[in-house]
């Protein structure tokens, strides 16, 4: 059982805009900066957002990540069929006085 | 452009020692910049961060794994590695080896750059 909670699934259609969740505590993401992944099936998982919305130059900003209180939020605009993938989210938590992962939200383009 | 390779046993006896490598190219493991990391991922746990070695030399473990794990580098080589102790099935997973460009405990934490990962399977 992870330590922050996501969605186990997503889904949206071409063109859609979808919005994955991440569910922290005030030890994780309440006190600090949210990160996100994207694993594509089979391969290892990229950087996609870190310091809560900031994008690697390599992000189209179709990607982009928002973080409220002991949440956090990844949403993708104008979804395409290679955005099909696992989603992970991170936080470094005090309490554990290390880093933790979200369980992944597979997302399905429709 | 930094590429991390892990390299080591595919299979491990119960019991036994993991032993990998990360062998890093395209940067120096010796610079003031970054942490080298381990994060395995396995089917019934998703990511679990294994531990980091900063630039300092000084290490810093999962407190679920602290007892069973050692990080260490290997700089005329560019290289470091991960040696966990006592495996059962529980530790079969990918592995990963990763560069953490947080150099001290930060508020601010990520992975910037993923090695691709090698599956060991723990299994007599």
């Known amino acids: 059982q992870s330590v922050l909670t996501q969605p186990p699934s997503a889904s949206g259609t071409p063109g859609q805009r979808v919005t994955i969740s991440c569910s922290g505590s005030?030890?994780?993401?309440?006190?600090?900066?949210v990160s996100w992944y994207q694993q594509l099936p089979g391969t290892a998982p990229k950087l996609l957002i870190y310091?809560?919305?900031q994008r690697p130059s390599w992000v189209p900003d179709r990607f982009s990540g928002s973080k409220a209180g002991t949440s956090a939020s990844l949403a993708i605009s104008g979804l395409r069929s290679e955005d099909e993938a696992d989603y992970y989210c991170?936080?470094?938590?005090?309490?554990?006085?290390?880093?933790?992962f979200g369980g992944g939200t597979k997302l399905t383009v429709l | 452009q930094v590429q991390l390779q892990e390299s080591g046993p595919g299979l491990v006896e119960p019991s036994q020692t993991l032993s990998l490598t990360c062998s890093v190219s395209g940067g120096s493991i010796n610079g003031d910049s970054y942490s080298w990391t381990w994060i395995r991922q396995s089917a019934g746990k998703g990511l679990e961060w294994v531990g980091r070695i900063y630039p300092s030399g000084d290490t810093k473990y999962n407190p679920s794994l602290k007892s069973r794990v050692t990080i260490s580098p290997d700089a005329s080589n560019n290289q470091f590695s991960l040696r966990l102790s006592s495996v059962t099935a529980a530790d079969t997973a990918i592995y990963y080896c990763?560069?953490?460009?947080?150099?001290?405990?930060?508020?601010?934490?990520?992975?910037?750059?993923w090695g691709r990962g090698t599956l060991v399977s723990v299994s007599s």
């Open positions: 005030s030890s994780s993401i309440g006190s600090n900066y």
């Open positions: 991170a936080s470094w938590d005090d309490s554990l006085n290390s880093p933790v």
């Open positions: 990763a560069r953490d460009p947080t150099v001290m405990d930060s508020a601010d934490w990520y992975i910037d750059i």
């Open positions: 310091s809560n919305n």
